[in-house]
């Protein structure tokens, strides 16, 4: 059985560091493509950053400039962080691997920002 599991949220200050994990099992993802999305309240889901196969990656307009995504396929891991917390970033994330038909989600953690 297919797992995701986020990991990493909570409470952040303001310009401080976060850095979530999602964990796959059940199954080999390295083929994977991964994507962080996030929700904040009362908005519609916003793709953060996605990472390919080989560690191609790209990030939408609210990732661009201070999230990092990376992987580790050894692991069927992958990892979002950043150095500069802002208010806005405060939302649930979600973690998504798809592979043409294939398409697993997490059920998000939590991410509040405090001043």
């Known amino acids: 059985q297919v797992r995701i599991v986020e990991s990493g949220g909570g409470s952040v200050q303001t310009g401080g560091s976060l850095r979530l994990s999602c964990i796959a099992s059940?199954?080999?993802?390295?083929?994977?493509?991964v994507r962080w999305y996030r929700q904040a309240p009362e908005k519609a889901r916003e793709e953060v950053a996605l990472i390919g196969e080989r560690g191609g990656t790209y990030y939408g307009d609210s990732g661009k400039g201070r999230f990092v995504i990376s992987r580790d396929n050894a692991k069927n891991a992958v990892y979002l962080q950043t150095d500069s917390v802002q208010p806005e970033d405060a939302a649930v994330y979600y973690c998504?691997?798809?592979?043409?038909?294939?398409?697993?989600w997490g059920r998000g953690i939590q991410v509040s920002v405090s001043s």
């Open positions: 059940g199954g080999n993802f390295s083929s994977f493509l």
């Open positions: 998504n691997f798809a592979s043409g038909p294939l398409d697993y």
